[in-house]
């Protein structure tokens, strides 16, 4: 009878054969034991632990071990398989541990039930909340530290307490669900997951600042995210949790969604609000800040979905508790969307201070293709790259914003050495120009005069002078945009450029693309002595480009080829080679 | 009142006085292309940013409040190169027709490029090509010179209330147009003249017919008659630099028959009988 199973997989990047090699090793072992009929061994597909030699898992025990050697075996058989006992050196020690405080709900309870969320101590701390008053909820959040999680990073509780100072009847709370970045979907796994901790979080902010009155600005890409909110809503009215005198209070406050229309430009506040008047989503002029004269002219506060779901777990468990999470000046905990070349892709929360190399290469597993890693990117289209060699960075404000990047909403993507950074500079570049509202002539025409020399130099039609230029430009943007996004659009481009000059530089001097990512620049040829002749290339060839016959050979004619790289992709024998 | 400095000289203002008006009030010219004294400032093309002292963004002087105890410095090199970028950078997105232009000589923009001493061109241009618009007597529409300077729209739709211009499209293919792209011709358009008159640019200009006018003076086979509106014995005053409110009513009619009218009608008859009535 099987009592235990052993996983195993070999997690050292780039090996094949490790795996197989120990599981005979052990197998021959365990039939040496005369446990063969006991023990279960599998070769795993992914246990979740990454570059750490061979790594065992045993079930039902759940030990993991990490490192292990062939003369581990016998200890492990002897210890472990046989007394159940975990072998201390063995254990494998993840240095990064996830925190999950806003994701704690999501996948845990049914976001639909609110009975669900209530069991889960939902509402406590809105109930709390409408006990200690607004001054003493305003005074918690700001001592907990808490930021604002949609990119800028401004201190929540700051944003409250002024908003509640202006004076005013008639004030407005907006949750900002307009999450856009490329790759990051953080705001719509909490809305869809925990509906209810946003709900409450609107709540304590409205009762904070004195509104009557919330609006979810989500965007109309989510349904399920609308779906779930807005049976929430229901659901929270129908308790009276929502509505007039809530808890039997004075404090009577109406939610309400507002749909947004795919504009990247409406998660900046001030387009935001302009988009829920019914007005063209553009932004305009800080100072009056929404705070003094936002939506219909009135003190408004806007928050970001993460940073209200944050609000009700500091409210029930005091700030101290929240404050002792993070580094000095970014406190709790983030949630990122770790993708691109990445091993392990999804939606990961940790706390503020994880070393980047711990997020990629602890939780993330390093890269997909096992090839080498070259950068991270943070912040989406307004963030920037960080090389390996700052991998060793803690995650928070401050340091992202020194390496030319910045924290962002939480889109994380991974890149590796076929990555071009000139491609990458371009990608992002060119989300922003799509996005620009054109009200403002740095963003609308810098953006494009950029995205044109960025063209030019991954097609290697470009000169080092145009590297002064896009310096020229990208400062244009920064300084004289009217919004966040004009302001960090060049960022990409002037983070690249600082960490990948060489890059640029080959591109435009040597006309090479070092990644073999901008086509433009390849030559493709047939290398004689691999090619079977099958022809398969010239036929898949779109241009007529390849000549020659199934005795002779084939060749490209360099002067037809368009550098599609069809015959490259085709090639079953790997003998078109491009340089 | 509020009591600040900008490149070092103390100004005294009231509360709510933005940066740009300060810096009048003490002789400070700080360069303003959508700017407009008659609106409020739509903040869209970056031209009058400044410094303030303790902060490393640059602020826009057309709509910043000043605040109590603000150092601002309105030249440096660093502000003049941003200023600089950004005026060629609407260049690159500017038809060079300087000389067929409607608005040759008093265009703003043109004013800007001769104040900044540009003498060539840094950027590639990028002209979106998109067609006049000619359907109405009144007025062309030419968005190609477009700067978005937004003085029409605001004009339009909050000073008027016609509704009739606002921007469509997003990012470098945004323009301003009549509503849902139509035809001025086909919009609630009144002909009010207002957006024109605040078009920095050649975006929008009066229909000009004068060479057609010229041409049937000089048919033989034409009988031609004028007929002036009440305001125009005035307003060609101004034009010809005479004081505000002159009235030129003897020498406007001289000169329309020297120009070869048969008969000058004048609506201010009309007008009058209106009034009686």
Excluded at chain 1, 330 to 348: H, Y
Aim: with cysteine; net charge neutral.
């Amino acid at each position: 009878m099987i009592t235990k199973t052993v996983l195993i997989k070999d997690t050292t990047p780039g090996s094949t054969s490790g795996t197989k090699e120990f599981f005979d090793v052990f197998t021959a072992a365990l039939r040496e034991s005369k446990l063969a009929d006991e023990i279960r061994l599998v070769r795993a597909a992914d246990i979740g632990v990454y570059n750490h030699g061979i790594v065992l898992k045993i079930l039902p025990d759940n030990i993991t071990y990490a490192n292990v050697q062939h003369h581990d075996i016998k200890r492990i058989i002897g210890v472990t398989l046989k007394h159940g006992n975990p072998i201390k050196d063995l254990l494998y020690q993840p240095r990064a541990y996830q925190l999950r405080l806003v994701l704690k709900n999501c996948g845990r309870i049914d976001p639909e039930s609110i009975d669900d969320y209530i069991a889960h101590d939902g509402y406590r701390a809105l109930s709390a909340a409408l006990q200690a008053g607004p001054d003493t909820v305003i005074r918690e959040i700001t001592a907990s530290g808490l930021r604002g999680r949609g990119g800028g990073g401004f201190p929540t509780g700051l944003k409250w307490s002024m908003t509640r100072s202006t004076p005013g009847n008639e004030k407005y709370m907006i949750c900002n669900a307009d999450e856009g970045d490329p790759g990051a979907y953080m705001d719509r796994s909490v809305l869809e997951g925990d509906p209810h901790a946003v709900i409450e979080g609107m709540l304590i902010a409205g009762f904070a600042i004195g509104a009557s009155q919330g609006y979810f600005y989500i965007r109309a890409e989510y349904p399920l995210a609308i779906e779930r909110v807005q049976k929430a809503i229901d659901q929270a009215h129908a308790y009276g949790l929502v509505g007039e005198r809530i808890f039997g209070s004075d404090f009577s406050m109406d939610l309400e969604i507002r749909l947004g229309a795919g504009a990247f430009v409406c998660g900046e506040e001030t387009a935001l609000i302009a988009s829920i008047e019914g007005k063209r989503g553009t932004p305009s002029p800080r100072p009056p800040y929404p705070s003094v004269k936002g939506l219909w002219g009135k003190p408004t506060c806007i928050n970001n979905v993460e940073t209200l779901a944050n609000v009700p777990s500091i409210i029930r468990n005091g700030s101290a508790w929240f404050s002792r999470i993070g580094t000095e000046n970014s406190k709790g905990t983030k949630v990122f969307a770790v993708t691109g070349k990445v091993r392990n892709s999804g939606l990961i929360e940790v706390p503020m201070g994880t070393t980047l190399r711990d997020i990629v290469f602890e939780i993330g597993g390093g890269t997909a293709s096992g090839k080498r890693f070259k950068a991270v990117q943070t912040g989406g289209p307004s963030g920037g790259v960080i090389p390996e060699h700052l991998l060793d960075t803690p995650v928070d404000y401050d340091n992202l914003q020194k390496l030319g990047s910045i924290m962002g909403s939480g889109g994380m993507i991974v890149m590796d050495e076929d990555d071009c950074m000139v491609d990458i500079a371009k990608f992002y570049l060119k989300f922003c120009v799509d996005e620009s509202c054109g009200k403002c002539a740095p963003c609308r025409i810098g953006g494009y005069q950029m995205l044109n020399l960025l063209e030019n130099i991954s097609r290697g039609n470009a000169t080092l002078e145009d590297l002064e230029r896009l310096r020229l430009i990208a400062k244009a943007m920064q300084k004289a945009s009217l919004c966040g996004l004009g302001q960090t659009a060049a960022n990409p481009v002037l983070s690249t450029l600082r960490y990948f000059e060489d890059e640029y530089r080959e591109h435009i001097l040597n006309r090479r693309c070092p990644s073999k990512k901008c086509t433009a620049l390849l030559q493709f040829i047939i290398d004689r002595s691999r090619c079977k002749k099958c022809g398969l290339c010239a036929r898949s060839c779109p241009e007529k480009a390849i000549t020659g016959d199934k005795e002779h050979g084939y060749t490209i004619d360099t002067a037809r080829c368009i550098n599609c790289g069809m015959c490259f992709e085709t090639c079953k024998f790997g003998a078109v080679e491009r340089n | 009142m509020i009591i600040a400095t900008i490149n070092g000289i103390p100004v005294h203002v009231a509360e709510g006085t933005t940066i740009l008006e300060a810096a009048r009030q003490v002789q400070v010219k700080i360069p303003t292309l959508c700017h407009h004294p008659d609106l409020p400032p739509t903040a869209a093309c970056g031209i009058c940013i400044v410094k303030v002292q303790g902060s490393n963004k640059m602020l826009r002087a057309c709509c910043t409040p000043i605040e109590e105890g603000m150092n601002i410095l309105t030249h440096d090199p660093e502000i003049v190169e941003v200023r600089r970028t950004v005026l060629e950078l609407i260049l690159s997105n500017h038809p060079n027709d300087c000389l067929k232009c409607g608005r040759n000589q008093s265009c703003e923009l043109q004013n800007l490029a001769a104040a900044f001493g540009i003498r060539e061109e840094l950027f590639p241009k990028f002209i979106s090509g998109i067609p006049k618009d000619d359907s109405t007597n009144a007025f062309v529409i030419d968005p190609d010179k477009c700067i978005h300077c937004g003085r029409c729209i605001e004009i339009c739709q909050e000073l008027q209330q016609v509704w009739a211009l606002s921007f469509l499209g997003r990012g470098f293919s945004s323009r301003f147009a009549p509503a849902a792209g139509m035809r001025l011709v086909e919009s609630p358009c009144v002909e009010c003249g207002q957006c024109s008159s605040h078009c920095p640019t050649g975006a929008i200009f009066e229909l000009d017919e004068t060479v057609k006018v010229w041409q049937k003076l000089q048919d033989p086979d034409n009988y031609c008659v004028v007929q002036i509106a009440p305001s125009v014995r005035v307003a060609i005053g101004e034009a010809f630099g005479m004081p505000p409110g002159t009235n030129m009513t003897g020498k406007l009619y001289t000169v329309l028959r020297r120009l070869g009218f048969k008969a000058v009608f004048d609506t201010s008859f009309a007008a009058d009988v209106t009034v009686m009535e």
